[in-house]
């Protein structure tokens, strides 16, 4: 059964780098792994998108290990502004498609 | 900019009623898909459609049912609203690809009563 699994809630500081994990079983190497970002009252937002090693764009990195049993969403210098709600998305592309979100995290950036 | 918009940002409907809630997606997206979004929950997948007048089921589609007669809209249907679907419901769109790069509307907040 595809699961994702990730904290229910981090704390930060700003200017910390922020690492939040995602734990998902039974991943082919075809999956893709996706995270977003979600403010109160509105609609998650795509941050990054990847499905093994490492990816980086201008706001995030995403590593993928070799076994693929977890993901890392990994924010640079945190600010308040990044206090939001964060969700890993799993692909499961075997079989059909079954889009499985994390439970998301709660991420608290203080001064 | 890819802009998903969706008929009501608040919805207010009494048990039995039939409800109707609307996507639109203005970018040519072939995937759109309706979530629903409860505290502890997260998002889980009601349906997705990958072509017009192409659906197929996700997590929990019981009690729902979906339209896409236009490959801009996706409609979600509410044959018989009933409490346990009050819920905050979310539209997305998506190219083809087997990352599923959503993009999300702003979410209909719906109450049933």
């Known amino acids: 059964l595809a699961k994702t699994t990730q904290p229910i809630s981090m704390d930060s500081y700003e200017g910390q780098e922020v690492n939040i994990t995602c734990s998902h079983n039974?991943?082919?190497?075809?999956?893709?792994i996706t995270w977003y970002q979600q403010f109160p009252s509105q609609g998650p937002r795509f941050i990054i998108q990847g499905y093994k090693t490492k990816v980086t764009n201008e706001v995030a990195s995403l590593f993928i290990p070799a076994d693929r049993k977890s993901s890392t969403l990994s924010l640079p210098r945190v600010s308040l502004s990044d206090t939001a709600v964060y969700y890993c998305?799993?692909?499961?592309?075997?079989?059909?498609?079954?889009?499985?979100f994390g439970k998301g995290t709660t991420l608290s950036v203080s001064s | 900019d890819v802009k998903v918009t969706q008929s009501s940002r608040y919805l207010v409907k009494r048990t039995g009623e039939k409800v109707f809630l609307e996507c639109v997606q203005d970018?040519?997206?072939?995937?759109m898909f309706w979530y629903r979004q409860d505290p502890g929950l997260g998002l889980r997948l009601i349906y997705f459609?990958?072509?017009?007048?192409?659906?197929e089921k996700g997590d929990i589609p019981e009690g729902y049912s979906v339209s896409r007669e236009k490959k801009e809209r996706f409609s979600l249907i509410l044959e018989s609203a009933s409490t346990n679907q009050t819920s905050m419901y979310l539209c997305a769109s998506s190219t083809v690809g087997q990352g599923y790069e959503q993009y999300f509307g702003p979410g209909t907040r719906l109450t049933v009563t």
């Open positions: 970018m040519d997206h072939e995937n």
């Open positions: 039974n991943i082919a190497t075809n999956d893709y």
């Open positions: 459609s990958y072509d017009v007048k192409m659906k």
């Open positions: 998305l799993v692909a499961f592309n075997q079989a059909g498609t079954a889009l499985i």
